[in-house]
């Protein structure tokens, strides 16, 4: 079966600071990726996504960027963070048309 | 970008009671999906609809997709504190690519037991 794992679960960092979230998926190959964000009030948003390995597509444009360094591994970075990049980050796989399969996301808290 | 409007956004309601939470758009969509979601935790998918006045149950929970794929609705029947949770709807977001989704706000719903 398919699992897909995010670290940290929760961060605290400093305004200005660097950001690097990780996600892996177990069980599939070559899947779609995905990162959302998710801030009290505003839903979930789609910040990025990726087909493959070093393809990455920007839904928003933000101070944060991500990579696809591997078929299974999904990261979000951030060179400098800002107070509003706080929120709940989560990250997802396409099961099928249509249909994703969310992580159990990180908590980042920039002060 | 279509956009999802749930309602109503906060809802209590007491052990054993039924209700009712709403997903509409002025867009069409080829499917729907609804999830649950808990605190500090991601969502789960609960189900996908994809025909027009189709009708899908899960439990108490009830599904329905409108006939013009405008709009979809979730039904709770004798509802338990275990249903409490962050329900969100999902569509296809047609002005995306990669299969994104596009979601709704969400309808945060209490069982007080």
């Known amino acids: 079966s398919q699992t897909i794992h995010q670290w940290p679960a929760t961060l605290v960092q400093p305004v200005g600071s660097p950001l690097s979230l990780e996600c892996t998926v177990e069980g599939t190959s070559n899947p779609n990726l995905y990162w959302y964000r998710q801030a009290a009030g505003r839903g979930l948003q789609l910040l990025f996504y990726s087909v493959g390995i070093g393809q990455i597509s920007s839904e928003v444009p933000q101070n944060l960027s991500a990579s696809r360094p591997q078929d299974r591994q999904f990261i979000l970075s951030s060179k400098k963070l800002l107070l509003s990049d706080s929120g709940f980050y989560l990250c997802?796989?396409?099961?099928?048309?249509?249909?994703?399969?969310f992580g159990p996301g990180t908590r980042l808290l920039v002060l | 970008t279509q956009l999802l409007e749930q309602s109503p956004q906060f809802l209590s309601i007491q052990e054993g009671e039924n209700l009712t939470v709403y997903c509409n758009s002025s867009?069409?969509?080829?499917?729907l999906q609804w999830y649950r979601q808990e605190p500090g935790e991601g969502p789960v998918l609960l189900v996908t609809v994809v025909t027009g006045g189709e009708v899908k149950k899960l439990k108490r929970l009830t599904f329905q997709f409108g006939d013009a794929r405008k709009d979809s609705s979730l039904h709770i029947t004798a509802a338990q504190p275990g249903d409490t949770g962050l329900y969100l709807c999902?569509?296809?977001?047609?002005?995306?690519?990669?299969?994104?989704?596009?979601f709704g706000k969400g309808t945060h719903l209490i069982i007080q037991p």
């Open positions: 999902a569509g296809p977001d047609s002005g995306g690519g990669a299969d994104g989704l596009t």
């Open positions: 867009s069409v969509f080829s499917s």
């Open positions: 997802a796989w396409t099961g099928g048309p249509e249909t994703q399969y």
